[in-house]
């Protein structure tokens, strides 16, 4: 580090084929490979390294190779990035407004979502209160001191969560802040939103993060563990199956949801889904497939499923995985028989959400029925 610019290297190696070192020389070269067979064999244009030299080049650092055939390579490059400077953080609420005394009223007409702001906001040691509807919520405000944050729901019957917003600006006079939770497009009502007075907005489905992030940003916290301390769900003596043909991706999951105590079986295609679960449905409280697989894809493993003449093929919850989110993919794994998904390259907390979605909620019946 010189002054305000720091110059980080990264380094991507693998255990490949490996290249030799008069292939080495030209390799950064537009339209160039290490073998006339490589594009056809293993796909590729040529194009990769020369785009990536060229964009190192502007960030003022260098690419490089190390490699030894049969021994993989190691490409690594170095790029040099201005510093930051230090800046203090301002909140969206007053200065006395801590976590401790933090007030937060949830407004949802699902009561999924009102269990799930309860949930999180406990775990964050945060006073919630939650409404079912706008009318409800007035009451409570009316009842109680203002509250200082506002999650609220912007599609709700009777009122809407821009036309609350507007009540709650009229009646109170303070530092609140409002913040808009939605599955719609944020520029679709992104203007009138703001000029009700909403402060900021959060799409659903809603991740834990992504609410202790907004928190911060109200408290005026630059470290996210200042507020926000994961602390993993125990889904112990529940089992899943997850399909996925890439073995990393297996591992990635496995290693991610280690600290859940869940139970991992894996599946590498879908055909092998297909004859884990009709072997053992009974063990099975959850599927993960992925949408693209060797063959059998997710989607035919999930009609499959769905077709099988026992109850648990019908109500078993099977969540897709895939890179691919555009509305008519995922209507696509809707018609297969899925009843959610979640994107690639996976994301911890859409995970969570699901798992606590589908595993909690069967927990939950099931203790319900101990008691009964």
Not at 17 to 30: A, P, R, V, Y
Not at 175 to 201: C, D, H, P, R, Y
Not at 259 to 276: R, S
Request: include cysteine; glycine fraction near 6%.
């Amino acid at each position: 580090m010189e002054g305000d610019t720091c110059t980080l290297q990264v380094e991507v190696a693998d255990t490949g084929i490996g290249i030799s070192k008069e292939n080495q020389t030209n390799l950064f070269s537009l339209f160039q490979q290490a073998e006339s067979e490589t594009s056809r064999k293993y796909g590729g244009t040529g194009l990769g390294l020369a785009i990536s030299k060229r964009i190192v080049e502007l960030l003022g650092g260098e690419i490089w190779i190390e490699s030894d055939i049969g021994k993989g390579s190691a490409f690594i490059f170095t790029a040099n990035f201005k510093t930051s400077p230090e800046t203090k953080k301002f909140g969206l609420l007053v200065s006395d407004v801590n976590r401790k005394n933090l007030r937060v009223l949830a407004v949802d007409d699902d009561p999924n979502v009102r269990t799930y702001m309860q949930d999180i906001m406990k775990r964050l040691g945060i006073n919630c209160d939650i409404a079912s509807s706008a009318e409800e919520a007035i009451i409570l405000i009316n009842e109680n001191t203002p509250y200082n944050i506002y999650f609220l729901d912007w599609k709700m019957p009777e009122m809407n969560g821009i036309e609350l917003t507007k009540k709650i600006k009229e009646q109170e006079k303070g530092n609140s802040v409002i913040v808009m939770i939605s599955a719609t497009e944020w520029s679709a009502i992104e203007k009138g939103a703001q000029l009700a007075g909403v402060n900021k907005f959060i799409a659903k489905p809603l991740f834990p993060s992504a609410i202790a992030d907004c928190i911060n940003e109200c408290l005026g916290i630059n470290d996210a563990q200042g507020v926000w301390e994961e602390e993993m769900e125990d889904f112990s003596g529940k089992r899943i199956l997850l399909a996925e043909d890439v073995e990393v991706n297996r591992e990635i999951v496995m290693a991610l949801l280690e600290p859940t105590n869940i139970v991992i079986d894996c599946a590498e295609n879908g055909e092998v889904a297909l004859k884990m679960f009709s072997e053992s449905p009974e063990v099975y409280d959850m599927i993960f497939m992925d949408v693209q697989m060797p063959e059998m894809d997710g989607y035919e493993a999930t009609r499959r499923i769905r077709a099988m003449d026992m109850p648990k093929a019908k109500s078993i919850p099977i969540v897709a995985m895939t890179a691919n989110v555009f509305r008519e993919d995922i209507e696509k794994c809707f018609q297969a028989g899925m009843d959610a998904h979640i994107g690639k390259p996976i994301d911890l907390d859409q995970m969570m959400a699901r798992m606590h979605k589908y595993l909690k909620r069967k927990r939950n019946m099931d203790s319900v029925e101990e008691e009964e």
